[in-house]
C-alpha cells in the first residue's frame, strides 16, 4: 500500500536528521520544516517520529495547505504501525472533515480497514467487530464500484465467521454445562444450546460453522430426551430428535458426525420401541 502524497513546492532539501536536530525540529514553528521532515521518516518507516512530529504540528497547520495532507499522512502513520485503533480514528476524522477530499474514498477504506484487523479474537467481546461490519458496509454503499470492493467483501466475510465461531462456543458451553450441571432445571442448558443454535441458524445461515449448530441442536434435544421422566415427555423429545436427525442427514450425507448422529438415533429407536426410520 503505497502512499502517494503530493509535495508542496517549497524549496526545501530535507535529509533523514540525527535526533539532535530532530528535537530542533519539534521545537519549530516552520510548518513547511515539520511536515517536510514528517513525510521523509515516513518515507524511511520512522513512524513514531513522523506521528510525533505531526500530531505536534497539527494546531500549526489548521486551514493551511497541509492540513488535508498531514491528517491523512498522519493516519496512514499509525496504520503502518499497527496501531490500527487509532488509524481507524485519524482516517474517520480525514473523510468527516475532508468529505470531498483528495483521500475521501481511501480514508474510508482504511478507516474500517484498520477496525477489521484490529477486531479481537472471537474469545473476546465483540463490539470492535461489529463497528468494523458496520464501517465495511458503509464503504460498499457508497464506494459500489471501488477497486477495493473485493477486499472489504472478504473482510465482511471473516467478520461474519468470526461472528459465528462466537456463537458456537457459546453453544458448545451450553452443551457441555449441560452435561455436568442440572442447575437451573434438568434440560436447561442444553435448552439453551438448542436456542442458541437455532438463533445461529438465522443470523449466519450460510456459515462454514452450519452443521455444527445442526449436529448440537440434534445432540441437546437427544440428551433432554434421555434426562426425560413422564413418557409423554419422551414422545415429544423423540419426535423433535427425529426431525433435527433428518435435518442433519438429508443437508450433511456425507458430514462429519454422521456416525455418531446416525449411531445414537439408531440406539434410541432400538431401545424405545420408535417406528425405525433409520437411513443408511
Not at 524549496?11 to 539532535?20: A, D, E, N, S
Not at 432445571?185 to 445442526?214: H, M, V, W
Request: charged content about 25%; hydrophobic content about 35%; some cysteine.
Amino acid at each position: 500500500m503505497n502512499l502517494k502524497l503530493t509535495y508542496l513546492s517549497f524549496p526545501i532539501l530535507v535529509l533523514f536528521v540525527p535526533w539532535r536536530e530532530y528535537n530542533k525540529i519539534l521545537k519549530n514553528t516552520d510548518i513547511t520544516l515539520k511536515y517536510e521532515t514528517a513525510k521523509k521518516y515516513f518515507d524511511d518507516k520512522k513512524y513514531n517520529q513522523a506521528i510525533i512530529l505531526l500530531e505536534g504540528a497539527a494546531p500549526l497547520m489548521k486551514h493551511t495547505a497541509y492540513e488535508k495532507e498531514s491528517l491523512y499522512l498522519l493516519a496512514q502513520s499509525f496504520y503502518k504501525k499497527k496501531d490500527y485503533a487509532s488509524a481507524s480514528r485519524y482516517f474517520q476524522s480525514y473523510y468527516t472533515s475532508f468529505p470531498k477530499g483528495e483521500y475521501t474514498e481511501s480514508a474510508h477504506f482504511y478507516s474500517a480497514y484498520s477496525l477489521y484487523l484490529a477486531s479481537p479474537s472471537a474469545r473476546f467481546d465483540q463490539s470492535d467487530t461489529y463497528k468494523a461490519i458496520q464501517q465495511l458496509q458503509d464503504f460498499l454503499k457508497y464506494y459500489s464500484q471501488s477497486n477495493k470492493k473485493e477486499i472489504v467483501k472478504y473482510a465482511l466475510s471473516e467478520l461474519q465467521e468470526k461472528l459465528a465461531l462466537k456463537e458456537l462456543m457459546a453453544i458448545r458451553l451450553y452443551y457441555d454445562l449441560g452435561n455436568y450441571l442440572l442447575y437451573p432445571f434438568p434440560g436447561g442448558n442444553y435448552l439453551s444450546c438448542i436456542i442458541t443454535a437455532q438463533n445461529a441458524l438465522k443470523s449466519y445461515p450460510f456459515s462454514k460453522y452450519r452443521e455444527d449448530f445442526i449436529y448440537y441442536i440434534f445432540m441437546a434435544r437427544y440428551k433432554i430426551a434421555l434426562q426425560s421422566i413422564k413418557k409423554e415427555e419422551k414422545d415429544f423429545q423423540y419426535c423433535d430428535i427425529t426431525n433435527e436427525y433428518y435435518s442433519y442427514i438429508d443437508e450433511y450425507p456425507s458430514g462429519k458426525h454422521l456416525r455418531e448422529v446416525q449411531q445414537l438415533y439408531h440406539d434410541m429407536v432400538k431401545h424405545h420401541g420408535m417406528v425405525n426410520h433409520f437411513k443408511y
